[in-house]
């Protein structure tokens, strides 16, 4: 009668086990979540920075303006300028 018991112990012990670590993935899920997106960026978080964002870079870029419009508006959107140079950094 002890060696039944004890084969239903040792498999009800690691189910019960199982379980109570599944809930306890799911109870913490949004914080897990939330820690995962602040540190890669994922999930439309941003990320940290770690410089002086007042500081501007030497390097040049050239940012473009587009005005697409889908066919059939009747609208018409031209940008007053067709791009622009700035330095990383500027605003």
């Not at 809930?23 to 920075?49: D, H, N």
Request: proline share 7%; with cysteine.
């Amino acid at each position: 009668m002890a060696s039944g018991f004890r084969k239903h112990l040792n498999v009800l012990v690691p189910c019960f086990a199982g379980l109570a670590a599944m809930f306890g993935i799911v109870a913490y899920s949004p914080e897990i979540y939330r820690e995962f997106c602040s540190a890669t960026g994922y999930g439309g978080t941003t990320q940290r920075a770690y410089t002086d964002p007042n500081t501007t870079s030497k390097k040049t870029v050239t940012v473009a303006f587009d005005s697409n419009v889908a066919p059939g508006l009747p609208w018409r959107f031209e940008p007053e300028q067709r791009s622009v140079k700035v330095h990383l950094g500027e605003q």
